[in-house]
């Protein structure tokens, strides 16, 4: 059984920074992609940022220079830095991580945490 739990959200001033934290739990033997999404109300779940198992990551436009996101292979976490916060962040973030359970490839499938609120006002 995978377990994915996130944590480091909360309410913070415009400008502050907060990190998110996404640990991952269970029988995995390999994990691929992780990635962090974030929804509004009303909108479309949003990519934020993404990493791949080589350390290569990509942003959204409106977050680069601002969020980095970063994977600890031997904790098996992933991390979101999110500096310069505005009110636009404000968001439920999610975690993603396609993993896979046993040695083969073809078993890996996403899994995504509960979601962690991100409010960005005075």
């Known amino acids: 059984q995978v377990q994915l739990v996130e944590s480091g959200g909360g309410l913070v001033q415009p400008g502050g920074s907060l990190r998110l934290s996404c640990a991952v739990s269970g029988s995995i033997f390999s994990m691929n992609t992780m990635a962090w999404y974030r929804q509004v109300p009303g909108n479309e779940r949003e990519l934020v940022a993404l990493i791949f198992s080589g350390g290569s990551a990509n942003y959204a436009d409106s977050v680069k220079g601002r969020f980095t996101i970063s994977r600890d292979t031997a904790k098996n976490t992933v991390y979101l830095q999110m500096n310069s916060l505005k009110p636009e962040d404000t968001a439920v973030y999610y975690c993603?991580?396609?993993?896979?359970?046993?040695?083969?490839?073809?078993?890996?499938?996403?899994?995504w945490g509960q979601g962690t609120q991100v409010t960005v006002s005075s």
């Open positions: 993603y991580v396609r993993a896979a359970q046993t040695m083969n490839p073809s078993t890996a499938v996403p899994y």
